[in-house]
């Protein structure tokens, strides 16, 4: 079986620019959801998010979306260390929702508010569609392998990378840069006010007392490569992704399974790929939005799987808000990098923990702990969910 390492990681996120801005900011504890500067807030329930501070990377001309995924997709690789002529192979997956939907919308409220005909930004509004950090991505960096869009609304970050791996494992490529970007929008952060699943405050993800989520935005980008590929280079090793498991509920447009069916087969299908027992795993990076509903669901669903236990759950969208089509991909280098530092990132406002939740959710301050292996969980509108395992090189 093919052995699929990490040797790159690259991120853009409210914590600014670069993966040790990112990782500093999480293992800290630092709350980055503050007022929002982006679009207009007035009149609604909740005025904050997790906004990627600038200035960005990139040419001003592309859409803050592009950017954001350019910047993450060339750290990735710069730090792997893969030239052009390597580059010319690998594949290319991208999970992605927004798109440049921001300038789009901020065009087409200009139009509706002036009451005016004004001239469409040709390269912004070209820019719209999700496929469009994909194109800036090959097209800038030099990647001419296959190229994907995933688009499986919270869970395509992690969708990515775990199309990726397949990929690689396969041998239809020796290495694939992998992950997900996405930026605040009208419609998401209008659509969640309206359906009241916002906390007016910064979320409290397995807090007794939470209210709803944040929204975030960001980009983040992994190099999965063959391990013999890896260790022909001289490559530094970050992690294994020794297993996935991607299930989709069929159960509602928006609900998970109220018994969490789907997010257990998730889990279960990446310990069995993995060949990993339950016991070896010592952190979960869980979904963790904060909402009610979804928060004890996972919980009940991590309960079935890896029971009582010692293990460990966090989630780092207590700090950067849920960055969508971003967040599988960002909290898989935040997983990956809590096994290499041996360090799990805290849980931001954890307070009064939900008794319904029988886990230590590493509240407040992060945790030094040693690691074997470690999971991500993203679970998506839909039903979708994936699980990635990583584990020690």
Not at 74 to 92: H, N, P, S
Not at 262 to 267: F, P, S
Request: overall charge neutral; some cysteine.
């Amino acid at each position: 079986m093919t052995q699929i390492v990490v040797t790159g990681l690259g991120a853009v996120s409210p914590f600014g620019v670069g993966v040790k801005a990112y990782w500093d900011g999480v293992r800290s504890g630092t709350c980055a959801i503050r007022p929002v500067t982006l679009i207009e807030a007035d009149g609604f329930r909740c005025r904050i998010a997790a906004e990627v501070p600038g200035p960005l990377p990139g040419s001003a001309r592309r859409s803050r979306g592009d950017r954001m995924a350019l910047g993450a997709a060339r750290e990735a690789l710069d730090d792997a260390g893969l030239g052009a002529c390597e580059r010319r192979e690998m594949a290319l997956i991208v999970g992605a929702v927004g798109g440049g939907m921001l300038e789009g919308e901020a065009w087409y409220w200009a139009l509706k508010r002036g009451g005016r005909r004004l001239r469409a930004p040709q390269l912004s509004l070209r820019s719209i569609l999700p496929w469009s950090h994909a194109e800036v991505i090959g097209s800038r960096l030099g990647l001419e392998g296959p190229r994907e869009t995933i688009v499986t609304a919270c869970s395509s970050g992690a969708a990515s990378l775990a199309i990726a791996a397949d990929l690689v494992a396969d041998g239809v490529v020796p290495a694939a840069l992998a992950g997900g970007a996405d930026t605040l929008t009208r419609l998401c952060f209008m659509g969640f006010n309206a359906l009241r699943l916002l906390d007016p405050d910064p979320c409290r993800p397995f807090d007794r007392d939470r209210r709803g989520m944040s929204i975030g935005e960001g980009a983040a980008f992994v190099v999965l490569e063959d391990a013999a590929h890896a260790r022909a280079r001289g490559a530094r090793v970050y992690a294994e992704l020794a297993g996935y498991g991607m299930t989709t509920d069929a159960f509602h447009v928006t609900s998970p399974h109220p018994a969490g069916e789907g997010m257990v087969r998730a889990m279960q299908a990446a310990l069995a790929r993995a060949r990993v027992e339950p016991g070896a795993v010592g952190y979960a990076n869980a979904h963790g939005t904060g909402t009610l509903q979804n928060d004890r669901i996972e919980a009940g669903a991590l309960r079935e799987v890896f029971g009582d236990g010692g293990l460990l759950v966090s989630s780092t969208k207590s700090m950067i808000g849920h960055t969508m089509a971003a967040a599988g991909s960002l909290e898989a280098v935040a997983t990956v990098l809590a096994l290499v530092h041996e360090t799990v990132p805290p849980t931001a406002h954890l307070t009064t923990p939900d008794p319904e939740v029988a886990f230590d959710c590493v509240p407040g301050a992060a945790r030094e702990v040693s690691l074997e292996c470690a999971i991500s969980n993203s679970f998506g509108f839909g039903g979708q969910n994936v699980t990635l395992l990583f584990r020690c090189p």
